[in-house]
C-alpha cells in the first residue's frame, strides 16, 4: 500500500497558527502586503484576491509606489488567477501615471500578449496608441526628457507595429497603421511611407482614415518632386495619386487641397514653358516663342504666368503682324518679301522652259537659306511616344517654302566663239 505523507508547516499570522498544506512562505512587506512564496495551489485564488485587496488598500491611501509593487507580485505569483488581467493593467496604469511611458507601453503590451480576450482588452489598445502618439509628436514627459526626437519618432514606429501585431483587428488598427507611414514620413523615409499608406487603403478600405492615406500617398509623392531632383515624371505620379484622391473620395474636406497641388504641379510645367518662351522671344525667335507662350495659357488660362503670356503675344503681335507669327506655312505674304520670292519663282520658272536661251541662273541664290535656330535651354521638345507622355506635343512647324520650286536642268554650256582667221 502506498502511503502518502503531507508535510505541514505552521505559520505565524497575527499570532494565531496557520496550518498550510504544502510548503510555502507568507511573508509580509511593508511596502507590499502580504505575498506569498512558494507553492499554494489550493489556495491560489483566494490569496491573489487578498493580495488584490492589498495592493487596491494601498493605492486608495495614495503610496503609488507600494501598490505597483503589490500588483507586480501578484501577476508573478498568481498569473493564472482570474485576477492577473487587472493587476496587470494596473501597473502599466501606474508606470503610465509615474511617467514612465516606457514601461507602462510594454507593460500594457504584456497585458494583450497574455490575455488576448481580457475584458479590459479595447481600453489597453487605446492606452497604447495614446502613448505611441505622444512619441511620435515629440511630446515631452517626465521619462521622455532624455530621448531625442529622432529616437522618439521611431519609438513611435515601433510601437505602432507593436500594436498592429497584438491588435490586428481592433479598431484603431487602421489608425496605427496610418501612424506607421506619419513616422517613416517624417523620418524622410518615403518609399516606406507610401508603403504604409497603400497599406491602409488596401486592409481598411471601409475606415474613414483610408481617404487621409490616399491623400498623403500623393503629398508624399509631391514631397519626393520638391526634394527630389525634382523631375517630370515625379511630378506626374504625384499629380496622378491626387487625382485618384479627387475620383475616390469626392466628398472629403481635402479635396480643395487636392486640387490646389494639382495645380502647384501643372504650374511647375507652366514655368519651364514660358521660360522657354522667353529664351525663343530673345534669342528673336518669335514662332517658337509664341507656341511655348500658347502652351502656358493652355495649361494655366487663369495663373498669372498666362496674364504675362498674353501680353507678350500682343506686343509681338503688334509688332510683327499676326501672320509672320502664325505657326505653319503663311498663308498670305505681303509686302517686299513676297515680291521678292514672286520675282525668283518667275526665274526659276523661265529658266526651266526647254526653249529658254539666255545666261544661266544660280538657283541657289533663289532660295533662302533659313537663318540657323539656337537651341532651347532644355532640348527641344520631344514627341509623343505612348498615351502616359507626361508633356502635350506642341505644334511643330513645317519648313518653307509652301510651293515647291521645280528643278532647274541643266543648261547647254555655251559655245565658244573662234575668232576669224587671217586673210591670205
Known amino acids: 500500500m502506498r502511503k502518502i505523507a503531507l508535510i505541514s508547516t505552521f505559520i505565524l499570522v497575527g499570532g494565531i497558527s496557520v496550518p498550510s498544506v504544502s510548503q510555502a512562505a507568507v511573508i509580509y512587506r511593508s511596502t507590499e502586503g502580504w505575498s506569498v512564496e512558494g507553492d499554494l495551489s489550493s489556495s491560489v485564488e483566494s490569496s491573489a484576491a487578498e493580495q488584490m485587496k492589498k495592493a487596491e488598500a494601498f493605492e486608495k491611501e495614495g503610496n503609488d509606489k507600494a501598490a505597483l509593487n503589490s500588483y507586480k507580485v501578484l501577476t508573478k505569483q498568481y498569473g493564472l488567477s482570474a485576477l492577473a488581467p487587472k493587476a496587470q493593467r494596473k501597473v502599466a496604469i501606474?508606470?503610465?501615471?509615474?511617467?514612465?511611458?516606457?514601461?507602462?507601453?510594454?507593460?500594457?503590451?504584456?497585458?494583450?500578449?497574455?490575455?488576448?480576450?481580457?475584458?479590459?482588452?479595447?481600453?489597453?489598445?487605446?492606452?497604447?496608441?495614446r502613448i505611441a502618439k505622444m512619441f511620435l509628436e515629440g511630446q515631452k514627459s517626465k521619462k521622455l526628457l532624455g530621448i531625442s526626437i529622432g529616437g522618439s519618432i521611431e519609438r513611435a514606429q515601433e510601437m505602432f507595429g507593436v500594436i498592429l501585431k497584438r491588435a490586428p483587428y481592433s479598431k484603431l488598427a487602421a489608425v496605427a497603421q496610418f501612424n506607421v507611414g506619419q513616422a517613416n514620413e517624417r523620418q524622410g523615409k518615403y518609399p516606406e511611407a507610401i508603403a504604409a499608406y497603400q497599406a491602409v487603403v488596401s486592409k481598411y478600405p471601409g475606415d474613414a482614415i483610408a481617404d487621409d492615406a490616399q491623400y498623403q500617398i500623393g503629398y508624399v509623392l509631391l514631397t519626393q518632386h520638391r526634394d527630389g531632383s525634382n523631375d517630370r515624371a515625379s511630378a506626374q505620379k504625384a499629380r496622378e495619386a491626387f487625382e485618384d484622391f479627387v475620383s475616390r473620395h469626392p466628398d472629403s474636406?481635402?479635396?480643395?487641397?487636392?486640387?490646389?497641388?494639382?495645380?502647384?504641379?501643372?504650374?511647375?510645367?507652366?514655368?519651364?514653358?514660358?521660360?522657354i518662351a522667353k529664351f525663343y522671344e530673345k534669342s528673336k525667335n518669335y514662332k517658337a516663342a509664341v507656341i511655348y507662350y500658347n502652351d502656358v495659357i493652355k495649361r494655366q488660362p487663369d495663373s498669372p504666368e498666362s496674364g504675362l503670356a498674353k501680353a507678350r503675344i500682343e506686343e509681338l503681335k503688334q509688332k510683327f503682324g499676326e501672320?509672320?507669327?502664325?505657326?505653319?506655312?503663311?498663308?498670305?505674304?505681303?509686302?517686299?518679301?513676297?515680291?521678292?520670292?514672286?520675282?525668283?519663282?518667275?526665274?526659276?520658272?523661265?529658266?526651266?522652259?526647254?526653249?529658254?536661251?539666255?545666261?544661266?541662273?544660280?538657283?541657289?541664290?533663289?532660295?533662302?537659306?533659313?537663318p540657323a535656330q539656337p537651341a532651347a535651354p532644355f532640348g527641344r521638345p520631344k514627341l509623343r511616344t505612348s498615351p502616359n507622355s507626361i508633356e502635350p506635343m506642341l505644334p511643330v512647324e513645317p519648313s518653307l517654302p509652301s510651293t515647291p520650286i521645280k528643278p532647274v536642268p541643266d543648261l547647254p554650256k555655251p559655245v565658244e566663239t573662234l575668232e576669224p582667221l587671217p586673210a591670205q
Request: no cysteine; net charge neutral.
Open 323 to 370: 501672320d509672320s507669327l502664325r505657326a505653319g506655312p503663311e498663308k498670305a505674304e505681303t509686302g517686299a518679301k513676297a515680291a521678292t520670292r514672286r520675282k525668283m519663282q518667275a526665274r526659276v520658272d523661265t529658266v526651266s522652259r526647254p526653249d529658254y536661251v539666255g545666261p544661266p541662273v544660280k538657283v541657289a541664290t533663289v532660295r533662302e537659306t533659313p
Open 94 to 129: 501606474l508606470q503610465e501615471k509615474s511617467g514612465d511611458v516606457n514601461k507602462a507601453f510594454d507593460a500594457y503590451s504584456a497585458y494583450l500578449e497574455k490575455y488576448p480576450r481580457g475584458d479590459d482588452f479595447d481600453g489597453v489598445v487605446d492606452a497604447m496608441y
Open 253 to 275: 474636406e481635402k479635396v480643395a487641397q487636392a486640387r490646389e497641388n494639382i495645380a502647384t504641379l501643372e504650374g511647375g510645367s507652366t514655368k519651364g514653358s514660358l521660360d
